[in-house]
């Protein structure tokens, strides 16, 4: 242990960069550039994320955020098959993988693909899921798919075709792998009971998620309410972590299911996909420390010893507020958020949801007023209310990422076949600058 100990203090030593080399050398560090939008590194058709304009002299102006979806903005789309009082998801995965979206004919048959898709095979699902068990869902999904490679005599195939056959076969797979999975890890480590139930071809993927995981013990408000959870975090543009991690592995010619655990990787990071776990642990937090949840007095001076980090993880982080793009709103959290109250007021947590709104209205506010100065314009972003909607429903905060994992594995795919198969396509090779000194070579005796 000492020589680890020993170890460790001479990678951290040796891993330290003076902080000013990095404006020095003009670094984009994040890649982002200094008014913190994107560095600007590709061209996609997919998805478009907006939460600010330019003016003539370049500087950013707040506006509503809007998110497209192959040119379709997000709230037309989801509003439009909610209108049909219908699940819009297989639509969703369908305009993302085929660039416009589906007849009725087109439809059918796409989601008739996906029903097709949904068993696993045996030998998988016994020996990665139900033996092989592990504590992290994420984890075993990402394994589990690895090993879908092995059962794949075509993995290696680039072919449009094939791709598009691999990426429908891990859109419907993924919801029974996930609920394969929790009952496998819920057994082995919480002594519980281990259920299997097989997807059912009549269902749609969120109801037969909800069916694998509940039984029969869940609304129609529930399967609503997934599906839109779904659709909205189906995709959100090729800069976001998991999707760039997608195009950069792929970049390299790599096979669909390596691609897709590497993505799996990026959104396990509570930074990117266990976002809503953060939320979820803080407005906790807050309910056991603020006496009255009306008080908005209370509330605000609680967000207050947040930002001083003297309250809930001392990160001084207010969990689900503010985003890297959005700035006067996130239009995701605007479409979740109008039947949230409704899944609240279902499953007896009214009080819960009102509190949620109260954060939500004084934060910005206390984020403000703690920098002395308002030039970075925050609002909630999908995070800050999805957790909320997964809990009213009873689904356990372990499932939380990998819910997001279902959704984007659609965007992911969608932007694998457009690197892939772009003419203009070449490997991902950002540079970075040594800044270490050249050192003659020591012999052992000397050292």
């Not at 999805?386 to 429903?393: I, T």
């Amino acid at each position: 242990m000492a020589v680890l100990k020993k170890l460790a203090e001479a990678s951290v030593l040796s891993s330290d960069i003076e902080k000013g080399l990095y404006d020095k050398y003009n670094v984009k560090r994040g890649l982002r550039n200094a008014d913190f939008s994107g560095v600007l590194v590709g061209l996609t058709n997919i998805g478009n994320v907006i939460g600010y304009e330019k003016d003539e002299n370049g500087i950013s102006i707040p506006k509503h955020g809007q998110l497209f979806y192959r040119g379709y903005e997000i709230t037309d789309l989801t509003h439009g098959f909610q209108a049909d009082n219908r699940h819009g998801f297989e639509e969703t995965a369908y305009l993302l993988l085929a660039g416009s979206l589906p007849s009725g004919v087109e439809l059918k048959e796409f989601s008739g693909l996906i029903k097709q898709e949904q068993e696993l095979p045996f030998s998988l699902s016994k020996n990665l899921i139900l033996s092989l068990r592990g504590k992290c869902i994420m984890n075993m999904l990402a394994r589990t798919v690895l090993g879908l490679y092995t059962v794949d005599d075509q993995a290696e195939n680039y072919a449009p075709e094939n791709l598009v056959r691999q990426s429908i076969s891990l859109i419907a797979r993924f919801p029974v792998i996930v609920a394969y999975a929790f009952f496998g890890m819920r057994h082995s480590f919480q002594h519980r009971s281990l259920i299997i139930r097989h997807p059912r071809p009549e269902l749609s993927l969120a109801e037969n998620f909800l069916y694998m995981l509940k039984g029969d013990n869940y609304s129609k408000l529930h399967a609503d309410l997934l599906d839109l959870a779904l659709v909205l975090h189906a995709e959100h543009g090729g800069g976001n972590n998991s999707s760039f991690t997608t195009r950069l592995v792929s970049s390299a010619q790599t096979d669909t299911y390596s691609a897709i655990a590497a993505a799996l990787g990026s959104l396990k990071g509570e930074l990117h996909g266990g976002a809503n776990i953060k939320v979820i642990g803080m407005m906790e937090d807050i309910k056991k420390n603020v006496k009255n949840w009306a008080d908005e007095k209370e509330v605000d001076a609680y967000l207050t010893k947040i930002l001083r980090k003297e309250a809930y993880d001392g990160s001084g982080k207010i969990y689900g507020i503010g985003h890297a793009i959005y700035t006067l709103s996130d239009p995701r959290c605007v479409l979740l958020k109008e039947k949230a109250g409704l899944l609240a007021k279902e499953a007896g947590k009214e009080d819960e949801y009102h509190l949620y709104e109260s954060v939500e209205r004084l934060a910005p506010e206390a984020f403000y007023r703690f920098k002395g100065n308002n030039t970075k314009t925050i609002s909630a972003n999908v995070d800050f209310y999805s957790g909320l909607v997964y809990k009213c429903m009873g689904i356990p905060v372990e499932l939380f990422t990998p819910i997001f994992a279902i959704a984007r594995i659609t965007g992911w795919a969608a932007h694998r076949i457009e690197e892939v198969t772009s003419s203009s396509a070449r490997i991902i090779r950002p540079a970075y600058k040594s800044v270490v000194d050249p050192r003659e070579y020591m012999p052992m005796g000397k050292r």
